[in-house]
């Protein structure tokens, strides 16, 4: 019977099929953060259990991490224990952790592809639900909670149940401006946060395969803000030369019966899908968001929506409670909103491709006087690539600040922080309440468009720039 | 993990779509090493009017007087979306919520609670609806929650009910060790890491 990709991983992690209780999945790569894992140490330790298959399992500090130096004495109390707890927990249970100090430090979602520790076929958890980021090299990959870190590391597999299949099929090519950014928050403007909820989605079309695995991963990144489990995309030729020689990538022989294996993952052409969804990018100006939810979005030629407009109760007290939280009023256009702050990173738009495009812009001009502009590279290889190719120059002169890697404002659990009423022109994922910060107000966005609101100090059309 | 089998409380009304577990417990609060101690700051941004949280926003449906001791809450769709944080079930569980209903929740989060003894009930979205209205209309009025009979009753007396996944009933029901659970197996996950050694080398 014609297989998905999804599918075809499953049946080929399944340790134990459900017999009317639960599946027992295997996990080929466990990636384990500051934030979610104390507690899962704590746990094994009272039930005196081990980690059983350490080499798993690759840790990293990102969630907390200071972007404004790498002394540790410098950073903030609590943080630093969380930091000095994970690297404890990692000698203990013998794991590897590119600790703060480790120049391959950063998101554990852009480090884990950049490493080739990621790879077409495995199935790969963290308890970060940005984990679905990793689907964009064909791999199952989806985030857990702190118990389920426990449970991974106890036995090295996850109790599941499997998921329905979506296909969103995006054809057209992009123009000018459009970025895989702007796919993604399309995407999810069009199916809503809960559209994909119960699902594993695939994406394809010719959008997706003409898209670098940077672009690919920024889409598998954002899906759990439509609510899917996970997000993937069939690996290709791009896949292969993207990891081929990366250190934790198979060599020699391995590498070649690999590919022969991962040539075998994209969904047969006659697979079902229990639901599909198609977009069109061909048309697809930047997008931003102007509420609280990523799935208030619309385009930088539009108006802000009046949620009196729309017929459900609970959505219009949703879309007028976010336009209060906002300060925005029904009917402004989105174009000319005056921004406060921008912020170039994070596990959705912190990689090497993002910055590049957002100095395009930037290049030979200067952010806007009132605006405070910051460049957070995804890790430490972004960042000294960028430093190879001159882009911190061009941010800095700009009037941007360069900074080390880390989650940083896309969530803000350093100091990295909106202020009360502070807006932000964010390249990052959520723009729920508060998430930059209390009382801080987020509009998403690519790279380039937060790019060029810097140079304004407003949302504006990136396309003038081009 | 405590059992839960059944259960009688306040219900309190959390009148929002789309509640994310930023919401639930801010990132501010993620920085403890412990599982305790996350119930005050249960949504915290809503519920305080200063940062420090030392003053109660009186306006916010928790701090009503007669929903001080809620331990059921009625909420509306995607409960729970955003960060997999299980802080946010920690945060639930010690301020005393036993059970959370809501026409649909966010995949993680429902993970995470059953692995808190949270019994999250999923019901129609006129039924929650009516539920909203029942207890909005008597503030401080209780529900039921049975979950061998898999059951909600309303402060009226009506019944609904509702399904639930067989292993996680049967894990809320037993407050199950889930990795002991897992471990009956190891003979089984020994065999698949032989096959996986022979077949795909470059994972083992």
């Known amino acids: ?466 | 993990m405590n059992p839960f089998t059944q259960h009688t409380g306040i219900a309190v009304p959390l009148d929002r779509v789309n509640v994310d577990t930023d919401a639930i417990v801010p990132k501010q609060f993620l920085r403890k090493v412990e599982r305790t101690g996350f119930g005050k700051h249960l949504f915290h941004e809503w519920r305080y009017l200063d940062y420090e949280g030392t003053k109660e926003n009186p306006d916010f449906i928790l701090n009503k007087p007669e929903n001080r001791r809620a331990s059921v809450l009625l909420a509306r769709d995607n409960f729970g979306c955003g960060s997999s944080r299980e802080h946010a079930p920690w945060a639930l569980a010690d301020y005393g919520f036993r059970v959370i209903i809501a026409p649909s929740f966010a995949d993680i989060f429902y993970n995470n609670c059953v692995k808190n003894g949270i019994l999250l009930v999923v019901l129609k979205t006129q039924e929650v609806e009516a539920l909203f209205q029942q207890v909005m209309q008597k503030p401080g009025a209780q529900i039921t929650a049975d979950l061998e009979k898999q059951t909600v009753t309303g402060p009226q007396g009506k019944e609904y009910h509702f399904d639930i996944n067989a292993f996680s009933r049967a894990c809320l029901l037993k407050g199950l060790d889930q990795i002991g659970w897992t471990q009956q197996f190891v003979d089984k996950i020994r065999d698949f890491e032989q096959k996986l050694k022979q077949e795909k080398p470059w994972l083992a």
């Not at chain 1, 592809?113 to 990793?134: A, F, K, Q, R």
């Not at chain 1, 898209?211 to 030729?237: K, Q, W």
């Not at chain 1, 198979?250 to 639901?275: C, H, M, R």
Request: proline share 5%; net charge negative.
């Open chain 1, 1 to 466: 019977m014609p297989q998905t990709m999804y599918e075809k991983i499953w049946e080929a992690h399944l340790v134990r099929e459900s017999q009317g209780d639960t599946a027992i999945l295997y996990v080929d790569r466990h990636l384990v953060h500051e934030v979610t894992s104390p507690q899962a140490f704590e746990g094994l330790r009272a039930a005196g259990r081990k980690a059983v298959h350490p080499e798993k399992t690759f840790a990293t500090m990102d969630h907390n991490v200071s972007t404004r130096t790498k002394d540790m004495n410098l950073i903030e109390k609590t943080s630093r224990i969380q930091m000095e707890t994970l690297a404890r927990n990692c000698l203990d249970f013998g794991i590897k952790c590119y600790d703060f100090a480790d120049e391959e430090q950063g998101i554990v979602h852009v480090i884990g592809p950049e490493m080739g520790i990621t790879l077409p076929g495995m199935v790969i958890v963290c308890g970060d639900s940005h984990t679905s980021t990793h689907g964009a090299f064909g791999a199952l990959a989806f985030g857990i909670g702190t118990s389920e870190v426990e449970h991974v590391l106890a036995t090295q597999t996850l109790q599941q149940n499997q998921a329905k299949t979506m296909l969103i099929k995006v054809d057209g090519s992009l123009k000018p401006g459009g970025t895989p950014k702007d796919i993604i928050l399309a995407v999810i403007g069009k199916i809503g946060t809960a559209g994909a909820t119960g699902y594993v989605v695939e994406y394809a079309g010719s959008a997706i395969r003409e898209m670098s695995m940077e672009g690919r991963m920024t889409v598998c990144n954002m899906s759990i803000e439509a609510g899917a489990r996970a997000g993937m995309i069939a690996p290709d030729e791009k896949t292969f030369d993207y990891l081929k020689g990366r250190e934790y990538a198979p060599k020699g022989k391995l590498w070649e019966k690999a590919v022969i294996y991962w040539k075998t993952l994209p969904s047969d052409p006659q697979a079902e899908f229990n639901k599909t969804v198609e977009l069109d990018t061909g048309g697809l100006a930047p997008q931003v968001t102007w509420g609280t939810s990523p799935g208030q979005v619309v385009s930088v030629e539009d108006r802000v929506p009046d949620p009196e407009t729309l017929d459900d109760p609970v959505e219009r007290a949703a879309g007028n409670n976010a336009l209060k939280y906002m300060d925005l009023k029904p009917g402004m256009p989105v174009a000319g909103i005056p921004i406060d702050k921008v912020f170039l990173g994070s596990c959705t738009n912190g990689r090497i491709e993002d910055l590049r495009a957002a100095a395009e812009i930037i290049k030979g001009r200067k952010i806007h006087k009132k605006v405070q502009a910051i460049v957070v590279p995804g890790s430490g290889r972004v960042r000294r690539q960028a430093e190879q190719e001159g882009l911190d120059k061009i941010f800095t002169q700009a009037g941007f600040e360069w900074r080390y890697a880390g989650c940083s404002m896309c969530l803000g659990m350093n100091d990295d922080q909106l202020k009360p009423g502070e807006r932000c022109a964010s390249s990052s994922n959520r723009n729920f309440e508060g998430r930059q910060g209390p009382g801080g107000r987020t509009h998403l966005m690519s790279p380039i468009m937060a790019a060029a609101a810097a140079i304004e100090g407003e949302i504006v059309d990136v396309r003038k720039y081009l």
